[in-house]
């Protein structure tokens, strides 16, 4: 496996691997919910890239940018381990100029849920796969589910720029206990990881009603609320695939999405319905 720092490398790499390339991005920390996506793109493609860059400008002023979990040792031995053919890890002088064009996320799609608490995330998460997506080449790109609303809006700027590649959404992977693997979790001691798992447990509350023939989305949110006192809960949300809320649960088009904050650290779930 190849360890890349230059986009002028990445190219020559692509250049020399330009037929069917898969692409993982990610911004390292890896963990075994990155690692089912690795796996799927090392399967599926002749040639795997995962990029371990942390985008400063996805981050917003006070979060947790300086601190956001760090391990390129052990990134590496996971992507070589795992058949990846090489690794990007930029500094982001590589990638960002002083006058480049700026891309903003669509508002109806960018503006809610985790947009509306982090205003120009998305537009921050747009600006980095658009150079990577063009210094890749890639033909299908892995995501994860977890980050439903980013995914949905990445999909959408694939389709109105019409970029030649796949957007393949991946499920979300979980600890034994449920919670879902995230690089934040790094940020929990034991304590506060039993409290996360509220998340997780208002979600099952979510499907279990559901099952039960509960259609009534305030109804569920409701009960979700329930579950997931006493955290600090940014949101209950329950959308189409659009993320416009709705009154009523719509098999296979619904997405529960849940943020809610344990001690100072911001964690996201869901569950498409």
Known sequence: MQILRTAEQLRDFVAANPEDIGFVPTMGALHDGHASL???CVAENKTAIVSTFVN???FLAGEDFESYP???QNDAKI???LGVHAMFAPEARELYF???PLISAPENLASVLEGKTRPGHFDGVLRVLNKL???TNAKRVYMGKKDAQQLLIVRNFVKTCFLNLEIVPCEIVRARDGLALSSRNAYLDEGQKLEALKLSHSLKKASNLIAAGELNAQTIKGEMLQTLEPLNVDYVAIADRNLNEISLIEPD???ILVAAYVGKTRLIDNLWV
Do not use: G, H, M, W
């Open 56 to 58: 400063p400008v996805q």
């Open 98 to 100: 002083d006058t480049e």
């Open 253 to 255: 088009n619904t997405i």
């Open 70 to 72: 760090k391990n390129e």
């Open 79 to 81: 992507c070589e381990e």
């Open 133 to 135: 997506f063009n210094l």
């Open 38 to 40: 690795i796996e799927k």
